[in-house]
């Protein structure tokens, strides 16, 4: 569990894409970020409070009704020691290289996204 400084009451990150849909979890540590194509994360200063990296898992899979449902993994570790703030990190399409779902193709309720999952390391 990430210990959140004192006077900050939630971690925030600002996703710029195609689908600028934010599902945050109950658990602070954890966010969800969907988005379909390249995007950029925009990393503010209350989000590198007591944090020194980020750790992106890069998925691909499907949400219904607005719950995801995961499949493959793939880690990649930004160092975020030496950003300065605000600061971006790109995600392209190469990083999203992934096996998709073998489902039926998504009913009026299943929204297909590539998403991320940014685990937060404290120091």
């Given amino acids: 569990m990430l210990d959140i400084p004192a006077g900050v009451s939630s971690l925030?990150?600002?996703?710029?894409?195609k689908n600028e849909l934010i599902f945050k979890n109950t658990e602070p540590d954890i966010q969800f970020v969907y988005f379909d194509?390249?995007?950029?994360?925009?990393?503010?200063?209350?989000?590198?409070?007591?944090?020194?990296?980020?750790?992106?898992?890069?998925?691909?899979?499907m949400a219904i009704n607005g719950f995801p449902m995961f499949n493959s993994t793939s880690l990649t570790d930004v160092d975020i020691s030496d950003l300065k703030l605000p600061s971006l990190i790109t995600i392209d399409s190469s990083m999203l290289n992934l096996p998709q779902l073998?489902?039926?193709?998504?009913t009026s309720n299943i929204e297909w996204y590539k998403f991320a999952v940014m685990h937060l390391k404290t120091r």
């Fill in 12 to 17: 925030h990150v600002y996703v710029y894409g």
């Fill in 37 to 61: 194509g390249d995007s950029t994360l925009t990393v503010t200063e209350d989000f590198l409070i007591g944090l020194n990296n980020l750790r992106l898992i890069l998925m691909s899979g």
């Fill in 102 to 106: 073998t489902f039926l193709r998504p």
